[in-house]
């Protein structure tokens, strides 16, 4: 086992095979400070200490790395909403976006989901018999279901999508000075276009999320503005397409390897739900999340200074033997499967999960039903884009038979 020092988090290869650090970090440090200066938490209950303790453990973390530059108004970042801010602020946008995640919309979004996933499935049929589930699949599903929810026709999937990837290039810890250039130019092309498309919602109602959001009012308070409802719909295409994508492609991964699984859940697919669990659970798409120290704060018996940077490691806490038991298994039988932090939990947690969910769910169970006999194809690598925040296979090439 080599020395904590000489892992590097922000190396591909860790990236690409972070788990025996973790296991390392779990064991000797459960928080850690990094040679960089920044901490990382790797247990599953001090990570869930660290959230529920939101006044010493702050999610304005872009605010922090930006040196400041992001303030209330017009500036590099945006108005800060959701996923870096912190209450009374951010339980305004959080009331918001609830409304527009309404039980109601989620139910009529699974209906969408499935004419999107049939009409993929429908041209893979025609298609060769091998194909990149990531390419094919799980990239235009989530990213057609989120586009006709804001209102973005078809005929600009292509655009969106670039935008969509441009918007997650600065995240990931390893892009070169000149894609985050580009990156940017790309931003502001998104932010217009959405402010465009949150205009047409106020002035002309549909059924449908941006509708929801852009129309909903939280009682005694002022209605959202334009800015703030393009800062939350950046969020959810930077936290919601790439995420789902990956959760997709981990899914049809873990159960192809895993030929006794795949029959448990061919046997009954009620164990699909669990499933998907499981590889929230063991791929954890959004690997971890950055918390800013507002004060001195001991956790797990360690001090934390005042202003250090954070990560609580959701991707480490799900692996750990104290809550689940032989935690590097797939088990899609796994009782308490569900109690991952891979979409982190209490004030932040992902308003996204249950559409996440039944994107997946949907979108595998009609593989399965589908494309008969389908297996990995010969050559698969298995190797992940290089990013220490977001998880994701670069390709999974799958086979199947013609009926
Ligand atoms: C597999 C898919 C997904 C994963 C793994 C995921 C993961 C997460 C995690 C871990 C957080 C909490 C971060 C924290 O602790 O601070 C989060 C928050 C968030 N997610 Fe997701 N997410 C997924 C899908 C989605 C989707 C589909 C949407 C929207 C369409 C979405 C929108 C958001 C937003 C807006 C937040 C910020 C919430 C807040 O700060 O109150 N996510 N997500």
């Known amino acids: 086992m080599q020395s904590l020092e000489s892992y590097d988090l922000f190396d591909p290869a860790i990236a690409e095979d972070p788990f025996e650090y973790y296991a390392v970090l779990r064991e000797q440090a459960p928080v850690y400070r990094m040679p960089s200066g920044m901490w990382i938490v790797s247990t599953h209950a001090l990570c869930l200490e660290a959230i529920r303790d939101y006044e010493s453990f702050s999610s304005k973390f872009v605010q922090k790395m930006s040196g400041g530059a992001v303030g209330a108004d017009g500036n590099i970042v945006g108005p800060e909403t959701l996923l870096s801010n912190d209450p009374p602020s951010h339980t305004f946008f959080r009331k918001l976006v609830n409304k527009a995640f309404s039980p109601m919309r989620v139910r009529k ?74 990156s940017l ?18 002035e002309d109602p549909k059924d449908d999320m941006l509708s929801d959001l852009v129309t909903a009012r939280v009682d ?22 790439e995420t789902t994508t990956n959760l997709i492609a981990a899914t049809v991964q873990f159960l192809l390897q895993n030929p006794d699984q795949l029959a448990w859940v061919q046997r009954d697919r009620t164990l699909l739900a669990n499933a ?42 799900n692996r750990d033997e104290a809550v689940f038991e032989n935690a590097e298994a797939f088990d899609v039988r796994r009782p308490n499967a569900k109690d991952h932090l891979a979409f982190g939990m209490g004030i932040h947690f992902c308003p996204g999960a249950a559409l996440a969910r039944e994107e997946t769910r949907i979108g595998v169970e009609l593989m399965l039903d589908r494309l ?32």
């Open 185 to 202: 130019q790309l931003t502001e092309e998104l932010k217009s276009y959405l402010a465009e498309r949150s205009k047409e919602r106020i």
């Open 372 to 403: 008969d006999g389908l297996r990995l194809a010969p050559g698969n690598d298995f190797a992940h884009h290089p990013n220490m925040l977001l998880r994701g296979l670069k390709r999974l090439d799958v086979e199947f038979d013609p009926r």
């Open 220 to 241: 005694g308070e002022r209605a959202i503005e334009i800015k703030e409802v393009v800062s939350i719909l950046q969020q959810f295409l930077v936290a919601g397409n």
């Open 276 to 317: 998907v669990e499981e590889a929230l659970r063991l791929e954890t798409p959004t690997c971890g999340m950055w918390r800013v120290a507002t004060r001195d704060v001991e956790l797990g018996g360690t001090r934390i200074p005042e202003g250090s940077m954070v990560m609580l490691r959701y991707a480490a806490a």
């Open 109 to 182: 979004l699974s209906d969408s989901i499935r004419v999107i996933a049939e009409d993929l499935i429908g041209k893979l049929e025609r298609g060769p018999e091998r194909f990149d589930v990531v390419a094919d699949y799980a990239v235009p599903l989530p990213l057609t279901v989120i586009a006709d929810q804001i209102g973005v026709p078809r005929t600009h999937l292509d655009k969106f999508k670039q935008w969509s990837d441009a918007s997650i290039v600065p995240i990931g810890g390893m892009a070169t000075p000149e894609q985050l250039f580009e």
